[in-house]
């Protein structure tokens, strides 16, 4: 056998072990928080000896820290492939906001990760998010950035502060998954059954392409083109929605 394939082999061996124990650690970590995860469960979902887990990463801080960079960076790749096309400024803006509800929708563990996350970095203990910040988030929001003042300087988007764009069409859609559950009860609806859910990210979509875009009828072209070319994904199936605007 050839050694630079059996090399090769083994290298992309050991990269799917490395997979599929990253995989049972975001499962794992999403579940019970860093303080309650097991390493013994993390093995034995991935289908490895515990002693494997030391081998690629070199503790349980370590392999938190992994995970939540691996399930970081499949979201804003997702997210940057949007901001990166080559379609108007207006309409990137609306896929970008429909990624981010169906993102929220569909990522459970990322949303259950980056909640915790958060919470460590407001009481002011060690986390794993700072050092994602400069990585992972600043190229996509430095980009997102771009986007809006491209689009008040092309006259499509209205001219506004950048920033409070940013906070009135993402900030929309944290604050319905938040407050479903108490929305719900207001209700007696259940706001994240699946009809509900199509119901609302149609809504949010139509509302932008009435409310940032300069001349209305072209922002409901664009939000009814946009709707129509992105079916809602199932939970799980980010990953997979991702790839059609790669």
């Known amino acids: ?59 349980k801080d370590a392999l938190y820290a992994a995970a939540l960079e691996v399930v970081a960076d499949r979201v804003v790749a997702s997210s940057m492939a949007v901001l990166r096309s080559k379609r108007p400024a207006g309409e990137r803006l609306v896929q970008f906001v429909l990624n981010h509800f169906d993102r929220i929708h569909s990522q459970r563990a990322f949303q259950s990760l980056m909640q915790q996350e ?14 994602l910040v400069e990585k992972v988030f600043r190229p996509m929001m430095d980009r997102v950035t771009e986007l809006l003042l491209e689009g008040m300087r092309t006259k499509e988007l209205i001219r506004v502060d950048e920033w ?32 509900a859910l199509e119901a609302r990210r149609k809504a949010a979509v139509e509302y932008l392409g009435q409310t940032v875009f300069l001349d209305r009828r072209h922002g409901a072209r664009v939000a009814a083109r946009v709707l129509k070319e992105t079916p809602m994904p199932r939970s799980g199936e980010f990953k997979k929605f991702e790839v059609k605007f790669k």
Do not use: C, H, W
Not at 179 to 189: F, Y
């Open 118 to 131: 958060l919470m460590r970095l407001r009481e002011g203990e060690s986390n794993a998010l700072t050092p």
């Open 164 to 195: 409070q764009m940013m906070y009135a069409t993402l900030g929309a859609n944290v604050f319905y998954f938040l407050s479903g559950p108490v929305i719900g009860m207001l209700t007696g609806k259940d706001l994240f059954e699946r009809k």
């Open 1 to 59: 056998m050839n050694p630079t394939s059996t090399t090769r082999t083994q290298t992309e061996r050991a990269d799917q072990t490395r997979a599929r124990i990253l995989d049972a650690a975001i499962g794992e970590f999403s579940e019970n928080g860093l303080a309650g995860a097991r390493t013994e469960q993390i093995a034995e979902a991935a289908g490895v000896n515990k002693a494997l887990l030391y081998y690629y990463f070199k503790g």
